[in-house]
Every structure is written in structure tokens, then in C-alpha cells.
């Protein structure tokens, strides 16, 4: 198994790993230890890491954490995923626990050294190798936890719940509001936000009726949209799964999608298409999906031949949303 540049800098920069190992977003280094004998609690946000991983996953909470003296974290690109998981680890790892967080050096920011900085005594970063850095983290210092957060959304008379690392966190994204503006539109009765991130598209389609299934891969999205609809006495189903493709065929009216644009640091559309051709066989006959996306991408001829009969509801400057209905 081989181990990118930044996983064997971690590791070649840990040291003495202890008794228990912690790791942290970073599937292929977990399966290292584990295979090297190592006893390793492995928990990744994103679901499809977290299948990559070879031996059972666990969350981030004071179990995973007992008897840890290592935590080898892979440094989320958001601050507040990094701030999230430092509070946690400084909360419950106990006063000797050490944090190996490794990046790409063109990933890493100053951020990233003060948000360890506010749990953590002391930080410092390791010399770079090969276009990657550590930071260290060590002398934990508990503090009150600032995730998950809770923000009123007037336009929306809506609550919503962040945790840490969430898409557009304590806010209205510009597209999410866009295709929100549009939605009265569209077609009521089982309805999936797919992609739901804090889940404020699955909360609004519950406050008018629908039954709705909250759909995402991450870990801290899915808790945001339980939580948001908790926030706001709304029933929400939410499932931590990829995609649709485990939603029975033909059993869903609506499915409306902010899709993603981003491979980790990258954009790219790919993923949003992916996302959006499966929900197509979901769909009820007549059924629609409703989706967003940046005026510049290819999303309307990919929908026309994949989904169906696709019109414009609304645009700004920057955003489209579109309706297609199953053909
Ligand atoms: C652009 S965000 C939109 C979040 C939310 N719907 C909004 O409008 O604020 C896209 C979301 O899709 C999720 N996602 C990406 N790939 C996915 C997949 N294969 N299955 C389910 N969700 C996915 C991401 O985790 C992210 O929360």
C-alpha cells in the first residue's frame, strides 16, 4: 500500500504513536497502521473515505478518544472543520495528547496554525518535503466548544445549525437561495434534497408539506441537517449515503440539488453530474429535478439528455436554476 507524500510525512514526523493511534480523514494511512499491527481508531467525514477504510470507522467523540496519545489529522480545507475537530480533541484527548496534521504546502494557511493554536499550547510546523508540512499540535487546552453553530436566516424564516466544515456554514449560499426562490414551482409530495449540507432546501421543503429525505456523504452535514431541523420542529429524514443510487426506483416526486463543484481543493463539475444522473431513476414518472449551478458550467445539455425536458425557472447573474423532468 503505497502512501502519498503527505501521509508519510505525518507518520515520519509522529514518532512514537503510543498504544492507540487516531486518525483522522486520512483512509490510506489508517489501513497502513493497521496493517503494521497498530491499534487505530479511523474516522473520516466523508462517506466515501470512510469505505475505503479496511477495519471499522468511528466518530469523533470522547470513546474514540480514550487512551489516544496521537491524533494524525489530514487538514480539512475548512477552518472550521480544523477549529471543530481541534476543540474535540482537546476536550476529550487528555492533557497528553499530541495532533500530526499534515497538508499540501499550497493548502496550508496561517488559519489553519491559529485555529490549533486556540486548543493546543503549543504549535509549530515541521520543515516542508515534498510540496508537504506538518503542523504539531500539543499541551491541549479545553475550552468551550463553538461548533456546532446556530444562525437565523431571516429571508427564509429559518434556523440553521452548522457544524464545523459545512457547506456555505451559518448561511444562505447565493445558489442554494436562488433555487429556494424558484422552488414554490416545483412539484410537491416525497421529495429529496440531495447534496443537503446544512439542510436549510430540506427544512423549506418540509416547512410546506413534503415528506423529505436529507441525503449526504459527510459526517458534519448530515448532523447539520438533523439539527437544523430540529432547530425548527420540522421532520426531516436524513441519511448519510452517496448519492441516490440506494433510493428505490420511481418513488420520489422531487429531488432538488445544489450539486457539488469541488474534488477536494479542485473544482470540477464531474461530481455534480455524477450526483445528478442517479437521481434519474428515482424519479416518479412526471417527477422533477430541480437543480442550481453557475451560469458558465455545461449543466443545461448534460440534463437535457440525461434527465429529460429541461427548462430555465430563474437566474441572476451568476446562477440557474433549472427544472427537468423524468423523460
Ligand atoms: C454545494 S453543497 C450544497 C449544500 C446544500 N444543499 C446547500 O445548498 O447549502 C453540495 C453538497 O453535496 C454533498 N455531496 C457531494 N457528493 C455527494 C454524494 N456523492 N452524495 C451525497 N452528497 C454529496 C457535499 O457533501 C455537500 O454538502
Not at 487546552?141 to 459545512?166: E, N
Not at 429531488?255 to 481543493?265: D, I, K, L, M
Not at 414518472?285 to 437535457?304: D, Q
Request: proline residues 5%.
Amino acid at each position: 500500500m503505497t502512501l502519498d507524500p503527505v501521509a508519510t510525512l505525518m507518520l515520519d514526523e509522529a514518532g512514537d504513536l503510543g498504544a492507540r493511534v487516531l486518525v483522522l480523514d486520512e483512509p490510506s494511512l489508517a489501513n497502513h497502521l493497521r496493517s503494521a499491527g497498530h491499534d487505530v481508531v479511523a474516522v473520516c467525514d466523508d462517506l466515501l473515505e470512510e469505505r475505503r477504510l479496511d477495519g471499522d470507522p468511528a466518530r469523533l467523540d470522547e470513546q474514540a478518544l480514550a487512551g489516544v496519545e496521537v491524533v494524525l489529522l489530514r487538514l480539512p480545507k475548512s477552518l472550521g472543520m480544523l477549529e471543530d475537530y481541534a476543540q474535540r480533541i482537546a476536550a476529550w484527548g487528555g492533557p497528553q495528547v499530541r495532533v500530526v496534521a499534515g497538508g499540501r504546502e499550497k493548502h496550508l494557511t496561517r488559519g489553519m496554525n491559529d485555529v490549533l493554536a486556540s486548543s493546543f499550547a503549543d504549535v509549530h510546523a515541521s520543515r516542508g518535503r515534498q510540496k508537504s508540512r506538518v503542523l504539531h499540535a500539543a499541551g491541549a487546552r479545553p475550552g468551550p466548544r463553538t461548533w456546532p453553530r446556530t444562525t437565523r436566516v431571516d429571508w427564509l424564516a429559518l434556523t440553521v445549525v452548522s457544524h464545523g466544515g459545512v457547506f456555505a456554514s451559518g448561511r444562505l449560499d447565493a445558489g442554494t437561495r436562488l433555487l429556494i426562490s424558484a422552488l414554490g414551482q416545483a412539484r410537491t409530495g416525497r421529495a429529496v434534497d440531495l447534496g443537503c449540507g446544512t439542510g436549510l432546501v430540506a427544512s423549506w421543503l418540509a416547512r410546506r408539506g413534503d415528506q423529505v429525505l436529507a441525503v449526504d456523504t459527510s459526517l458534519a452535514a448530515c448532523a447539520s441537517a438533523r439539527d437544523t431541523a430540529a432547530a425548527n420542529g420540522l421532520t426531516v429524514a436524513v441519511q448519510r449515503a452517496d448519492s441516490l443510487t440506494g433510493v428505490a426506483a420511481r418513488s420520489v416526486d422531487l429531488v432538488a440539488c445544489n450539486p457539488p463543484f469541488h474534488v477536494g481543493t479542485t473544482k470540477d463539475s464531474t461530481p455534480g453530474f455524477d450526483l445528478l444522473r442517479t437521481a434519474v431513476p428515482a424519479l416518479a414518472p412526471g417527477g422533477e429535478l430541480w437543480t442550481v449551478f453557475n451560469s458558465h458550467l455545461p449543466y443545461l445539455p448534460f440534463l437535457r439528455a440525461e434527465v429529460g425536458d429541461t427548462t430555465v425557472a430563474a437566474r441572476d447573474p451568476h446562477y440557474i436554476v433549472t427544472r427537468s423532468v423524468r423523460s
